[in-house]
């Protein structure tokens, strides 16, 4: 068995998109204050510009990579993209739909996370997506710029 720890973090306060002065202030106190920051191996970030600029403000040095998760019809791996070459979407309100695609969704990015080297991975982005892939599910809404710890349990199978 192969295990990963996966810390999902909400994106900063925003408005319009925008990080506000609190959000600010969250990303710095999160950064400060963490104590396994520097665990990280890898950040995934979906592509947003709240997220993207929320998990810029947290990471200094760990590898960063895009996810278009929430936005696109036609999520598909090859919509990772690395950190220099990242794009946004913009829209207005996305729709967040809890069907049988998105549940293909949280399947492969869980696919996307087995097959990294690393084992202490950042999600930086939304609330619905953190709950849906980790089943918190809570009725109070998920703390902004605070770093879920979500244990994934891989089976790893040999041939031999």
Known sequence: MMMKNLYCIRNALNFNNKITTNGFSQINTLRKTWRDINDINLVVVDTDQKSYKTAKGIFDTAPMVSINIL??????????????????????????????????????????????????????????????????????????????????????????
């Open 71 to 160: 936005h696109s019809p036609d999520f598909h791996l090859s919509n990772i993209v690395d950190d220099d070459t990242i794009t946004f979407m913009y829209c207005v309100k996305p729709t967040y739909l809890f069907d049988r695609t998105y549940e293909e969704r949280i399947r492969m990015f869980y696919k996307f996370l087995e097959s990294r080297r690393e084992h202490n991975i950042a999600y930086v982005g939304h609330q619905k997506f953190i709950n849906h892939l980790t089943s918190f599910r809570e009725k109070q809404p998920l703390k902004r710029c605070h770093p879920y710890l979500h244990e994934l349990t891989f089976q790893t199978f040999c041939d031999n």
